[in-house]
């Protein structure tokens, strides 16, 4: 692996006593895009709040981008661009307010951004009258657009991204596949990604990181999984889902035998 | 001192999003405009069915001069000017002791010998009040009666003429030194408790429009947190929208007493009254530093309900943060009440009554070393509120409510 954006020894963190992260030592390359997978409540949401020093780990270290996140939680305030699960807008703003909420909270002034700004409402498809209603008024694909937008447009080397085509339609949801494609590819960002849309992890993933009950089962490139879990079928879906532990001949019965 | 510079525009973005979102058409309406509404039904219709109630002070001297000299007469005239600006009270002459006995409101009488007992120095003189209301205002009043009494004799002591009739100005040193505040402050203390009351109570609902627990509802405290480099800035910021929701709301409060009290023709003065300020002993500085240290108190009732919203994890937060804001200044009020100008040892751990002292204080003009300990008190509470609400919004349970 190149050079790391992220590298975690030992991570653990405990919620009284329940285990949350168990001891993972993930690491993510600088410049790649690295989708962290798992199970509903398998310790995703909890790794990413430690990585953006939001969550003090119970034991282990973290280091983003050079910076021991447990030791100093303060330093790696606005370093980091983040797509929280749920749109994390202010829902009485318009999406323009929000937007430069977001610019004005770190440091970035319009005009630098201007160009890039109409890159992404164009390739979003949202128009000037969009973004001047209400962010409540708009429909979730809408919402989810400007949200991602929010993001990105914070111009960070390292991007969190948890669900970024949650709810959209299928052109929306390609275009902002691409956008991710484009910032890593031509801008050499790196990218974490958590989703459980096949074709975004299809498409986008370099390398994965899978948790399953805290623990990370499985790191390295988005092959190696395949390898690792199917084999036979050479299925990216088929093999995430085996990594999970689910049961796929249930799916196969109902589908006929066609996995 | 460039990040310097990038942690104040950090602040400045936050307080422009805060002030944003308490400016919404719906909130504001319901900050802003409620209040008006709200006061000018509450004062403003029945005050056109009623007349202004005023209090009826029953008054009664038999004092047989000594001397030349009547303190007695010197006394009731005194009282009768200086309540004869004040619309709220009416000064009754009556014929003699069982009238003011008899009396269903305040009464004071001064017997036959108050004069001679006073020159001759042979007794302490004594004088009767009648409290028949038992009216939570009404120690304030003889309070009042009590320091002119005293300054009346003093003058009569120390010339030997009957002094002229005159608003008091000083009250004798020879009061207990709780009541050494002055006629200002005597005058200020009973509106000022309650303003500083009705100021919390009435702004403790501004605040959940605009608190963390929207933010954590909202699930926005993750993206607050992640790019906000000083978290203290999210808690500054929020306690100067609060701030700005509370003094505006007061103002439409104010506004809506004045459109009421307009009705009836009271104009400006009516609102004085209303808050029972007299405006013959105060003047405008004393109307400032009354609004400086309410402000003062409001800060510290918005800290307090922020560093309790911040840390109360679930949505009860929301409800839970003003009550004790509001129980601290209730019994503020109902203790200080008691005794306007005294220092009570019960209220001596309530930041409310500091904010109320340090403005007595001030009005008195006595700036003396319990001015320096109520400031140092002040700064530290809203300091260690800052903290409290800071660390609270960064525990791990902090992002979502439950």
Known sequence: MSELMVESKQLTKYFNSLLAVDKIDLKIPKGKIYALLGPNGAGKTTTIRMLLGLLKPTSGEVIVNGVNVSVEPKSIRGEIGILPQF?????????????????ELNNIPYDEVKAALGEYFKTLDISYELLNKPFSKLSGGEQRSISFIMAAITNKEF????????????????????????????????????????????????????????????????????????????????????????????????????? | MKKEKEKSKQLRALLKKDLRLLFRKRVAIFVFGGPFIMMFLLIGLPSLFSSQQTMVLLICSDDQLYSGVNIGNAVVDNITNYFSVDPSIEVQPVLNFSAVKGTENFGIYIPSNFSFLIISETDTPSYFEVDATQSLFSESIFNTIYAITH????????????????????????????????????????????????????NSGSYSNIGFAREKRMRTMEVLLSYTKKHNQLVISKTITALV????????????????????????????AIFGLNMQLLNVWDIIVVVIFGVLALLISTLITMAIDSNITREASERLSPLLSIGLAMFFYFVAMTNP????????????????RLALLAISGKFNFEILIYLALIIAIIGLLIFFATRGIQKEKSLYLE
């Not at chain 1, 949801?173 to 956008?179: H, V």
């Open chain 1, 87 to 103: 749109s994390a807008a202010y829902y009485d703003l318009t999406p323009m307010q929000n937007i430069n909420f977001i610019l």
């Open chain 1, 159 to 259: 991007l969190i991204l948890d669900e970024p085509t949650s709810g959209l339609d299928i052109a929306r949801a390609k275009y902002i596949r691409s956008i991710i494609k484009y910032l890593v590819e031509q801008q050499g960002k790196t990218v974490l990604l958590s989703s459980h849309i096949v074709s975004d992890l299809e498409e986008l993933a370099d390398y994965c990181g899978i948790l399953k009950k805290g623990k990370l089962i499985f790191q390295g490139r988005k092959e190696e999984i395949i390898n690792e879990y199917a084999p036979d079928s050479q299925d990216f879906e088929d093999a995430i889902v085996n990594a999970f532990g689910a049961k796929t001949n249930i799916a196969q019965t109902f589908m006929g035998g066609s996995k």
């Open chain 2, 151 to 202: 300054n009346v004799i003093a003058t009569v002591l120390a010339n030997r003429t009957l002094p002229v009739i005159q608003t008091i100005e000083e009250p004798p040193t020879s009061l207990p030194e709780e009541q050494l505040l002055g006629p200002k402050a005597a005058a200020i203390a009973m509106p000022l408790s309650y303003m500083i009351f009705l100021l919390i109570a009435l």
């Open chain 2, 245 to 272: 929701a509370s003094l505006g709301s007061t103002l439409s409060y104010v506004l809506g007493i004045v459109a009421a009290t307009s009705l009836t023709g009271g104009g400006s003065e009516g609102i004085f």
């Open chain 2, 341 to 356: 100008l005294g220092a009570s040892t019960s209220l001596v751990i309530n930041p409310f009554y500091w904010c109320y």
